[in-house]
């Protein structure tokens, strides 16, 4: 698999840089794990006037169920022949550090590309830093985060 990474960014960004580690390396990864072989990701980054914007695009299966993608424990199964060993937890753990972050996730198909683009704040707000310590993954039915 062929990667073409065009990367843009002119200043500091002043986020959490884990949760972005996060939700960078989970995307790529995926893109990775549905592309078929001999076909090309391209990894995007640039900034606007307050926001990081970051998008994966990747060759392979559309995904069907576009509403259920960030969903917990989805999971898509593509015509490959490599074994997918994902418990549909990726997307669902990116949205929610996106949006905890104060930025937003969207999917699309671009032409034949799955395109998956994410914006964040550069600087974020001072509450969403100040909840920092009460950082969540799950919810349960019954309201214990873990």
Same mark, same amino acid.
């Given at each position: 698999? #062929?990667?073409?990474?065009?990367?843009?960014?002119?200043?500091? *960004? +002043?986020? +959490?840089?884990?949760?972005?580690?996060?939700?960078?390396? $989970?995307?790529?990864?995926?893109?990775?794990?549905?592309?078929?072989?001999?076909? *090309?990701?391209? *990894?995007?980054? %640039?900034?606007?006037?307050?926001?990081?914007?970051?998008?994966?695009y990747n060759?392979? $299966? &559309?995904?069907?169920?576009?509403?259920?993608?960030? +969903?917990?424990? %989805?999971?898509? /199964? !593509? +015509?490959?022949? /490599?074994? &997918? &060993?994902?418990?549909?937890?990726?997307?669902?753990?990116? #949205? &929610?550090?996106? $949006?905890?972050?104060?930025?937003? *996730?969207? %999917?699309?198909?671009?032409?034949? %590309? $799955?395109?998956?683009?994410?914006?964040l704040p550069? #600087?974020?707000?001072?509450?969403t830093i100040?909840?920092?310590?009460?950082?969540?993954?799950?919810?349960?039915?019954?309201? !214990? /985060?873990?």
């Amino acid at each position: 698999i #062929k990667v073409d990474v065009l990367l843009s960014f002119e200043e500091l *960004i +002043d986020n +959490d840089r884990d949760k972005c580690f996060l939700i960078f390396q $989970n995307l790529i990864e995926n893109a990775f794990e549905f592309s078929p072989e001999g076909s *090309i990701i391209t *990894i995007k980054g %640039y900034m606007d006037d307050k926001n990081m914007i970051f998008s994966v695009y990747n060759l392979g $299966n &559309h995904i069907k169920e576009q509403s259920q993608i960030f +969903d917990t424990f %989805y999971n898509e /199964r !593509s +015509d490959f022949s /490599r074994v &997918h &060993h994902g418990l549909g937890l990726g997307l669902a753990i990116v #949205k &929610h550090l996106v $949006n905890f972050l104060g930025g937003f *996730i969207m %999917y699309t198909v671009d032409e034949e %590309y $799955n395109l998956f683009k994410i914006s964040l704040p550069i #600087k974020p707000e001072v509450s969403t830093i100040a909840m920092e310590e009460e950082s969540f993954v799950f919810e349960n039915e019954t309201g !214990s /985060r873990f």
